[in-house]
């Protein structure tokens, strides 16, 4: 099964995860410095939705934002 939005079409995307050690200079260290990068995909937030056209009861896996935006129309 996709991690794909069957509205908006919205998936997974790769990001980078950024790690930093240090005190920051504001606060009186010498400035944070990144000692790690690693890639990771974030996900969308799929939920199952019900929808009934023209009396067919779909079943579709929608992000939150087109849950919102299905429910009310």
Known sequence: MAK???VCGKGPIVVN???RRGKARAAGGV???VTGITKR???PN???LTVTRGG???RLRVC???RKSVSAA
Do not use: D, H, M
């Open 31 to 33: 400035g944070r410095k």
């Open 17 to 19: 995860s950024v790690i």
């Open 46 to 48: 799929l939920q199952p």
């Open 4 to 6: 794909v939005c069957e």
């Open 41 to 43: 995909v974030q996900k």
């Open 56 to 58: 067919v009861t779909l």
């Open 64 to 66: 939150s934002k087109c």
